[in-house]
Every structure is written in C-alpha cells, then in structure tokens.
C-alpha cells in the first residue's frame, strides 16, 4: 500500500548556497567553526515556504552537493562572486530535468545574465514574492521572474529555520537580525541599492521572543550531545561552553546597521539584558561617541563588534560617501568600545581614487598601534548594482568581469596611484603582516576579556591567511612614501608669520605671531607624502607650523626620496598655518636645492601666493621653482 495514500503528498525543495570546491579562500572545518557564520538568506527562504513542502538546505562551503538527490525544486542564492558557481550548479539540476530558481543581490541587478542559465529568478527582497512562486509552481505556471514591488513588512516576521544548518559547523548558527536597509549612501556598498535608503525594524517583543526560543533548542541540543556521547566529549564541550568557544555561545546579528536608530537599540539592548547571552553586531564606528549606549550594549552582553572603518584617509572616506567616519575620532571610539570589553574588527578597504602605496602600512600601523582584535581586509570592488560599479563603467577602468574574482581580494580594475598590481602585491602584504606572531602578540597581550576566543580567532586567520594569501611585497616607493609622513615638533617659533591664503582665527592655544605663547608645545608641522597621478609626482602635504628646524628634515626627507623614487616632487603649503623666516629661508638653500636638481625637478605650490612677504629680497636657485600645478587630476 502506498504510504502516502490518504495525505496531501509532499514536495521537497532544496536550497543551495553555493561555494566553488576551488576557491583558494575556502575554510577549513576549524576556521569556520572559529570565525564563520552562515547567512540567512536560504533559513528565511525555507521559513517562507508552505508546511507541506519538505525543505532541505545545503551550504557548499560545509558539504558536497548531491545532484542526483530526489527534489521537486531546487532554489539557489547568489552572491556576485559565487555566480558562476550558482550557474554551474544551475546548470547541472536543469540537466536532470529540475526547476531552478535564482535569487538575491547578483540576479536582481544581472537578470538578463541570471535567466540564461535558470527558469526563474526572484529580484529584491524575497519574503513577499516566494510564496506567490511557490504556488505558481504548484499550478505548473512559474513565470519567469517575480520582481519586489514594495519592501516587505518586517512585522510578525517568520523566524529563519537555522535549525536546517549543518551542526557543529560554523562560529554560530545563532544568526538573526533586526533592522533592513541603510540611510547612508557609500558608493562602493549595495545594501541600500538592495535593501533601502530608509532602515526598517522588527518589534522588539518578536526578537526577543525569536533568541529566546533558539537559546533553548541550542542549549537543548548541547545536552542532547553531551548525555548521548562520551564522558571526555561531554567535559569538552563543557570546556568550550566556559570559554566562550561552542558553537551557538554568541548571538550574531546579520543587520547591515544594527545601530541605525538610537532610540530602538536602547529599547531592544535594554531586553536583552535579561537574556544573559553575548552577542555580536556590524556598527557604524562613531557609537563609541555615545558612552551611554555603548556601557548599555555591554550590559547588555555586547562582546563584538565590525565597523565599517574601511579608510584611514578622510580624502578616502569622502570619496566614497562616508564622511560621516571621522579618522581624528577613531582612535578615542576604538578606545570607548574597548574600556567596556568589547571586541573591534574593522573592515578596511583598499584601492580608493585616494590611495597610494602608502596606505598599506599606514593602515597596518594604525590598527597594530590601536590594538584591534581582529581585521577584514578587501580590494575595492565594483559590483553590479552600486554607484561606484556605474563610475567605473563609465571611465572604463574595469578590465577584469570575471564575477568569481568580484570577492573583495581580487583587483578587477584600474586604480589611480597605483598600479594594479601594486594594490594586489599590499592586499597580500597587509593580510600576511596583520596575521603575523608578532601583531597578534602586539595587539591581544593587553586583553582581559575573552582572551582564549580571540587567540583562537586570530590563530585560525592565520592559518586562513597562510594557505590562502601569497607573501606579498610593496615596491620601493612605499617605503619612500612611510618616510615622507611625519609629524615634526615646532620649537622655534618667533617671529611666525601667518599663511596669507588662510583667513580663519587662530586657535586661542596658538601663539601670536612674532611672539611665544601658551600652547607652544602643540605646536607641529604635519607632513602627508602621496603619489599624484597628474602630474606623477610625488606630492607632499604640509599642515600646522613650520619653523627652520623642521624646514631642514623636511628638505632632508625631500632629498632622500628624490634619490630613490626619481620621480618629481610637488610641496605643497596651501594648508600650512604659519612659517618663520627661518624656516622661508631654509626652504631656498641652493645646496639644498643642487642636491635634489640630479634626480627630480623640485616645485613648491603655493607658497609665494601664502608668504610672499617673506620672500623679498631673496635670490632663487631655480626659477621655475614657483611653476603652479594643480593639487589633484
């Protein structure tokens, strides 16, 4: 007799998360148990499907695809740099004579490419559109695409069913989130573009309710494995509990901006107290200006957080719509988030318009020096669907449409200071130094809290870092780079003249003109080298005060990376505040001046036009040394 006689039969739908065999980023068992967590994508497609269909999932970074496995309909989620992956395995279900069903960020923004290779796509948000096609389905007329008319309602949300995740396979599978969109715009980021300008939220009740209730079937679960199993496996995940390193310990939320409204994250931190759980979040870095919220977040069992950082240039930061980051502000709110117990992982990102060789070790000393936990760093990256895959299209610097090498370490387009190349060589460098003994030991031997999970996390990124990153190398020119950055004391300061190009007020802390005043000893020349692209050049910044004694290491710098680099140099005194005579002297010296003349045509910007006054009298070397040129291409 047929089993399922007299019962609605059952379909079985499989989801897919695809992840080539290949990619030389692919996680060892250990490393995703340690810094990996699932996304949520595939567990909130299952908990929007009927009851009456059986639903498998199956992440290809955990475990092998079985294409010969019985299913009804076969739905996979594609990122852009796993898209040919999710085409091959597309392509492999449809041979067999399966339905198949694309979905997420790359399809929506790629549909034409997308419906080569499926039957239907699903394009934006899928919570509102996914029964509609799978009743279409039952009907036998799927169309071939379903297209978000409105974002969906995030009220009385159908929890995500991690529960399909593979055991014991990941950091956690206590993954959720509580808020979709983003209200900034930051050119190079598609969360808006597919998410919303505008950020959404769950009610906190339902989120509550939601980490309730997968604290206790995790906590369930772990009893289940320590009764069934051995005495010494029941004590070591006993050990793991207690240190902070089971599966399941940490909640992580997926929000793309967990802190995107004050007042909602003090309602929910605030609940979560009585949670007693720890957890991790993605936030923006400037909540460590509030030391209300953070104090309460970590009341609240906050022990992590990634921050979008992504520069320390604020040159950069503007460039791509994040000038909200402030890089004066980052060293006290990385300290904020630290004096109450919580982790800091920056994201950084290289290849902005802004960046030169320089930016590699200026960035891995900066996050060394402020003892950060762990780092992700990526390569600028066009993908489909931001503004800045648009800009570059345009200007035609994408030479590389390869969507496998679309993952944040591959370079697929043309920078402006740098050579291709050269931003591949330092993505290598930096992973490697970052991961290196001596930074780990460097950045956790202050740590008190948690400090097992974050020896362990670092030790598997090296592993990860190791096998997967070649050495790397950066080429003479960014050590010539690293010496041009300084910051000079200014100790000699009669007689300082005033920048004519400024007309602000001088700081009350700054002493007048020809005289020496209070604040003498926050007096310094700020000196900034990057490489300009028009003219190529290597062009130096100077900001603050500039007397003789720092106007004789600067021109010694000048020489020095006249000699190595043999590339011209452009100072530029646009932004400097005040200079002595002295130092408007020093800057002349024709021995000076000869020394540089073999190997690079030498040119201030600006300075006759700020202290003209000061340049009376005086007998110039090389009368071309005042040629104007511009400051950017």
Request: hydrophobic letters at 40%; aromatic letters at 10%.
């Amino acid at each position: 007799m047929d089993e399922h006689a007299g019962r609605e039969t059952t379909r079985t739908l499989l989801l897919l998360d695809p992840y080539p065999r290949n990619n030389p980023y692919r996680m060892t068992a250990s490393e995703r148990r340690s810094i990996w967590f699932p996304k949520l994508s595939l567990p909130v497609i299952a908990a929007y499907t009927p009851p009456t269909w059986d639903v498998r999932l199956v992440d290809e970074a955990v475990q092998s695809i079985d294409f010969d496995q019985p299913c009804d309909l076969v739905g996979i989620s594609v990122m852009t740099c796993y898209a040919p992956r999710a085409y091959e395995l597309a392509m492999e279900f449809r041979k067999r004579g399966k339905t198949v069903v694309l979905g997420g960020v790359h399809p929506t923004y790629c549909p034409e490419e997308a419906l080569q290779y499926c039957d239907t796509i699903v394009c934006g948000e899928a919570e509102d559109l996914w029964p509609q096609a799978i009743a279409d389905f039952e009907a036998g007329q799927m169309k071939r695409i379903y297209r978000m008319e409105q974002f969906p309602e995030l009220d009385h949300y159908r929890a995500p069913r991690i529960q399909l995740l593979s055991p014991d396979s990941y950091m956690t599978r206590h993954c959720t989130f509580t808020t979709r969109g983003c209200h900034f715009d930051c050119e190079f980021c598609s969360v808006s573009p597919f998410n919303g300008k505008t950020t959404r939220r769950r009610p906190v009740p339902e989120v509550i309710e939601e980490i309730r209730n997968v604290k206790e079937w995790i906590r369930a679960e772990l009893v289940e494995r320590m009764a069934t199993g051995t005495l010494r496996e029941a004590m070591a995940i006993a050990a793991k509990v207690w240190v902070g390193l089971e599966e399941g310990s940490i909640v992580a939320f997926v929000d793309d901006l967990h802190n995107s409204h004050r007042a909602y994250c003090r309602e929910l931190w605030q609940a979560m107290k009585s949670l007693n759980i720890k957890w991790g979040c993605q936030s923006t870095l400037f909540l460590g200006d509030d030391p209300e919220m953070v104090k309460l977040a970590a009341d609240s069992g906050c022990i992590s957080v990634f921050v979008g950082m992504e520069s320390i240039s604020d040159n950069s930061l503007a460039e791509t719509n994040k000038g909200f980051n402030q890089v004066r502000k980052f060293e006290d709110q990385i300290k904020m988030f630290h004096d109450h117990g919580i982790m800091v992982n920056p994201g950084m990102v290289f290849g902005f318009d802004n960046d030169d060789e320089s930016v590699f070790e200026s960035t891995l000393n900066f996050l060394i020096r402020n003892r950060v936990e762990l780092a992700y760093f990526n390569v600028l990256t066009p993908l489909p669907g931001t503004a800045l895959y648009d800009r570059y299209t345009r200007e035609g610097r994408i030479f590389d449409r390869d969507w496998a090498k679309y993952d944040g370490k591959h370079v697929v387009f043309h920078p402006k200071r740098m050579t291709p190349e050269q931003l591949q060589e330092g993505f290598f460098w930096v992973n490697h130094e970052f991961y290196s003994l001596s930074s780990i030991w460097n950045r956790l031997r202050h740590t008190s809290q948690r400090l097992i999970p974050r020896i362990e996390m670092n030790y598997e990124f090296r592993k990860l870092v190791k096998r997967s990153c070649p050495q790397g190398k950066l080429s003479p020119i960014a050590a010539v780079l690293k010496n041009l950055q300084a910051k000079l004391p200014s100790l000699d300061t009669g007689h300082l003249i005033p920048n004519a190009l400024h007309k602000i007020k001088v700081p009350p802390s700054w002493p007048s003109p020809g005289g020496r005043g209070k604040g003498e000893g926050e007096l310094f020349l700020n000196i900034k080298g990057r490489r300009h692209d028009t003219p190529v050049a290597l062009f130096i910044d100077l900001e603050g005060t500039l007397d003789h004694l720092n106007a004789r290491e600067l021109l010694n710098r000048i020489k020095d990376a006249a000699q190595q680099a043999r590339m011209d140099i452009v100072v530029n005194f646009e932004h400097l505040r005040q200079a002595t005579p002295g130092a408007i002297r020093m800057l002349l010296d024709q021995d000076v001046l000869k020394a540089v003349a073999p190997y690079a045509k030498l040119r201030y910007r600006k300075l006759k036009d700020a202290f003209d006054s000061a340049l009376e009298g005086l007998t110039l070397f090389d009368p071309e040394l005042f040629d104007e040129l511009p400051q950017d291409a």
